[in-house]
């Protein structure tokens, strides 16, 4: 959680840190839980977010959808294609 780091003298401000970083922590829990699949559930956030982040790619606008044009080399594709899918099929539970 990184409460190691508590850069203030007060109390507050150092619980209000802690609470903000314990909110993060279960929802990126909740994220991984829901839409990740189960083989990659166990990835820490670095890893995760180094292979969501890290591919070179651009965002077009076209009919009203924002389209996602990602490069055809990435070596995370197969994973970034089942997140993907996976936060898809979440809308409707989202959405109602």
């Known amino acids: 959680f ?10 507050t401000t150092n619980a209000a840190r802690a609470t903000i970083s ?3 922590y279960n ?4 994220m991984k ?8 559930r166990n990835m820490t956030i670095s890893t995760l977010r180094f292979q ?8 077009a606008r076209h009919a009203g959808k924002i389209i ?3 490069a055809q080399s990435n070596v995370f594709s197969q994973q970034i294609e ?4 996976n936060i898809h ?8």
Do not use: C, R, W, Y
């Open 2 to 11: 990184f409460m190691d780091k508590t850069n203030s003298h007060t109390f």
């Open 22 to 24: 314990g909110i993060a």
């Open 27 to 30: 929802l990126i829990a909740l």
């Open 33 to 40: 839980l829901m839409a990740l699949p189960k083989e990659q």
């Open 52 to 59: 969501s982040f890290h591919v070179a790619g651009k965002l």
């Open 68 to 70: 996602i044009h990602l």
């Open 82 to 85: 089942a997140l993907l899918a």
């Open 89 to 96: 099929t979440l809308s409707p539970l989202v959405t109602n």
